[in-house]
């Protein structure tokens, strides 16, 4: 007789999917505002989504912790730190897709688990079994050839991989949540962001207002699409085992492969293929290790 189902893994597979779905079709809204510089689109982002975020923080009931973050000077003091890694991850993803650098984008989110890895061996001294290294190397050695042989340092990719993994790693060693700490980051954007907005009006550069109304709703959305997957994420990795999570982290950059080659017709070379493959063996390799120590309940 199968074992019942339980309802929260259920729904928090739900949330998840729907989170990473989310993530996967950003490349798609980003394109649609293309036309508009990446450094206003980000400003856009930063400006549309405090209002967001200050209403799920009241909605969830967090402004304790909100301000018990900002009473500490030591969490401003990383939130600082995280603030500038996020909005540098921010910008060069927006450059990467009005760019067509989708699939680079993609190769980023691939080895970024391998990179959050390598980062805590680093600085955390977590220990390293001995395939999760054989998957780390694996990952180097075909971001190493795409270097060399292919001709083409992936920067794009390298970008997005360790400042998200920095900035994951800054955000263990504070105890705030995915929430909070993401409406002081882009409460801290917020006075830049507004800033850049006035002076690009002030000097008639501002997309914002310019264009069509079409092009204005969808710069206004910048902060659904910040606040919503965050949300749904949240659900998700309260409901859902981290190996499950951690499995579907991958849906994101599948999807952001699929419409780079498929959809948007980025080249897709040989040397593109070796080094894609040694991250997907590297991540199979990854994958099954940790699945194969998650404790069985």
């Known amino acids: 007789m199968a074992p019942p189902v339980d309802p929260r893994n259920t729904t928090g597979l739900a949330y998840g999917l729907a989170a990473f ?3 996967g079709f950003v490349p798609v809204y980003f394109k ?28 969830q009931r967090q402004g304790g912790a909100i301000r018990r973050a900002v009473g500490s000077s030591r969490t401003i003091a990383v939130l600082l730190v995280t603030t500038a890694l996020i909005a540098v991850n921010w910008y060069v993803f927006i450059w990467a897709m009005a760019n067509d650098r989708v699939l680079q984008a993609s190769l980023g989110y691939f080895i970024n ?8 061996v680093v600085f955390l001294r977590e220990h390293l ?9 694996l990952a ?4 190493g050839y795409l270097a060399v042989l292919g001709g083409e340092i ?5 970008t997005l991989a360790v400042t998200f993994g920095l900035y994951g790693l800054l955000r263990k060693t504070v105890a705030v949540g995915a929430v909070v700490g993401l409406t002081v980051e882009t409460t801290l954007l917020t006075p ?23 092009l204005d709703l969808l710069l206004v959305l910048a902060g659904v699409v910040t606040t919503v997957p965050l949300l749904l994420f949240t659900q998700a990795a309260r409901l859902l085992p981290l190996s499950t999570l951690g ?38 390799i990854f994958t099954a290790d940790r699945i194969r120590r998650t404790p069985r309940v």
Do not use: K
């Open 192 to 214: 830049v962001a507004v800033a850049y907005v006035a002076w690009l009006g002030r000097a008639g550069r501002l997309a914002f207002g310019s264009g069509t109304l079409s």
């Open 113 to 120: 688990p391998l990179v959050n890895v390598a980062l805590g």
């Open 140 to 143: 180097a050695a075909g971001v």
């Open 129 to 137: 079994s001995r395939a999760a290294m054989v998957a780390v190397v």
């Open 154 to 158: 992936p920067w794009v990719a390298l």
């Open 247 to 284: 499995f579907l982290q991958y849906l994101a950059p599948s999807m952001h492969f699929a419409l780079a080659v498929l959809a948007y017709g980025e080249p897709f070379h040989g040397h593109d293929l070796i080094t894609f493959g040694c991250i997907w063996v590297a991540i199979a």
């Open 32 to 59: 649609a505002v293309g036309v508009v510089p990446p450094l206003e689109v980000l400003a856009h982002r930063v400006v549309w989504a405090v209002p967001l975020l200050a209403a799920l923080v009241l909605i």
């Open 21 to 23: 779905g989310f993530w």
